[in-house]
């Protein structure tokens, strides 16, 4: 990852006053980094949605829960028919996994990766766009959490690791995928603006699938990262200044790591065809799964 240099700071928001009614939704925000933010915009008096499988903060006032299976593009799709588009001021994607060591398949027959940490965020918001900000008089802002800026442009051909599987391919194309979700996106629309964000290493659940069955590994690596690495209560609490910065949507398009300094895109990623052919093959994917 390498920072722009040429960005030049900009003001944080407070947190102590400028989430006080914002309508908020964090698509994976059940567990790990999503969780921490839901529960410090909460508690600074955001109205927040979250989205995943199971609902652990029923007794944190201000977070209310939408259960699904976002490994499933019937669900995405379910579930962006659900969201309140026109009305919301921010929109964050955290639902993420790490590619497991042995290729694994959903039951709509993508591999669990691909689908659950980029193909349900491309169907997601292929169907809300045109809804965003229909009934707002602000613009609102969409975050999409990956590791955009970390060198790997994508490979195209084999999206669905059906010919051949490699765990770290695999997991570098979904990093791939959400970058161009940034980078496509912010140049088409001007009703939303839109940033991606790059959190580093953090202490949670992503590598849990990684590792696959040694629980023992997982938690031994785990506890050596929280050594090094903030938590995700700490890296929640340093990056929602930036998401509510006041002039933020004069940059739409940034990728932002986590000390909320502006990253230079991944080389070779903004090559357009290469970015609509990557596109174009995803949404085939999505298309075939619910077929």
Do not use: C
């Not at 591999?111 to 602000?138: F, H, V, W």
């Not at 765990?167 to 629309?189: F, I, S």
């Amino acid at each position: 990852m390498k920072v722009n240099k040429q960005f030049s700071a900009i003001q944080m928001g407070d947190i102590n006053s400028d989430l006080k009614g914002k309508q908020v939704v964090i698509v994976g925000g059940t567990g790990g980094l999503g969780r921490a933010i839901a529960q410090e915009m909460a508690n600074k008096g955001a109205d927040v949605l979250v989205v995943g499988r199971t609902f652990r903060d029923q007794n944190i006032e201000g977070i209310t829960f939408l259960q699904a299976d976002l490994s499933l593009m019937r669900e995405a799709q379910r579930v962006a028919a659900l969201l309140p588009a026109e009305t919301l001021d921010m929109l964050i994607f955290t639902t993420g996994i790490f590619a497991a060591p042995k290729r694994q398949e959903t039951d709509e027959g993508l591999e669990r990766d691909m689908a659950t940490s980029y193909l349900n965020r491309l169907l997601i918001l292929d169907q809300i766009i045109p809804r965003l900000g229909k009934q707002s008089n602000q613009i609102p802002r969409v975050f999409i959490m990956g590791y955009p800026g970390s060198g790997s442009p994508g490979i195209l051909g084999d999206l669905n690791a059906e010919q051949s599987y490699k765990t770290m391919q695999v997991h570098m194309n979904t990093v791939a995928g959400n970058e161009m979700l940034v980078l496509d996106n912010y140049r088409r629309y001007s009703n939303f603006s839109l940033f991606g964000l790059n959190p580093g290493l953090v202490k949670t659940d992503i590598r849990s699938n990684f590792l696959g069955e040694n629980r023992l590994l997982f938690k031994l690596l785990e506890t050596i990262i929280g050594w090094f690495t903030p938590t995700p209560e700490q890296y929640a609490e340093g990056i929602t200044p930036l998401l509510i910065a006041p002039d933020l949507d004069q940059h739409t398009g940034t990728l932002f790591n986590q000390k909320s300094q502006a990253l230079l895109p991944t080389k070779g990623i903004n090559e357009q065809q290469h970015m609509q052919d990557y596109l174009r093959q995803s949404r085939q994917l999505i298309a075939k799964a619910m077929a």
